[in-house]
């Protein structure tokens, strides 16, 4: 090896070190216990999926789950088929309406939307429960099925150390304001619109 290559290890080396040292400040600083709020949204692929990554990775912590799907129809998704057959402490409720695509009564569905939101509330009250999902729940916001305030408030007062991921596109104000980590996800590229057929195991 000639100088000159050592003299880039040497530098690379040497940013890497500053790299880790402003890390590892970043760590110290943060010392506060206590859950978080986690709003994932955009247009893209993968929100409910990232919101699932979050559970399977609590229970891989011997954590207490509650999960709450607001829009998904009738059909079972993978990940709860997954759940099913592998147990684990989730406290589970499906709104299961087919709502905005399927929908023939929004009266109907809007009383759907009040249960799923009774279980909801009633998990974001349990001390027992480390993580809540509230999946695609801004639909129900955007579409005035629930009052952003009184979801918002509901979430603010949960117990200190429970954690919740909400999901679901147009994610409003309320809702961000008291989130401590926002995601963006932006779609590039969807296969269905190249008219892709949606395929069990990666889509659903």
Known sequence: MDSVDEE?????????????????????????????????TGNGKGKTTSAF?????????????????????TTTSGEIAFLEQ????????????GFTWETRDWEADRRAAATAWTHAH????????????LDELTY?????FLDAAEVAAA????????????TGRAAPPALLEIADTISE?????H??????????????
């Open 122 to 133: 009633e998990m974001l009250r349990d001390e027992r429960l480390d993580l809540v999902v």
């Open 53 to 73: 990554g979050t559970l399977f990775r609590a229970l891989g912590h011997g954590q207490r789950v509650g999960l709450v799907q607001f829009i998904k129809g």
């Open 8 to 40: 880039k290890l040497a530098r690379r080396a040497a940013r890497l070190r500053r790299r880790k040292a402003v890390v590892d400040a970043a760590i110290a600083r943060a010392d506060e216990e206590r859950g978080v709020v986690i709003v994932i």
């Open 86 to 97: 592998c147990g684990g402490d989730v406290r589970y409720h499906a709104m299961a309406t």
């Open 140 to 144: 129900m916001l955007k579409y005035r």
């Open 191 to 204: 296969a269905f619109h190249a008219g892709v057929k949606a395929r069990a195991g990666i889509d659903f």
């Open 185 to 189: 996800i932006r779609e590039v590229r």
């Open 155 to 166: 979430i603010t007062a949960r117990p200190r150390t429970q954690s919740v991921v909400a």
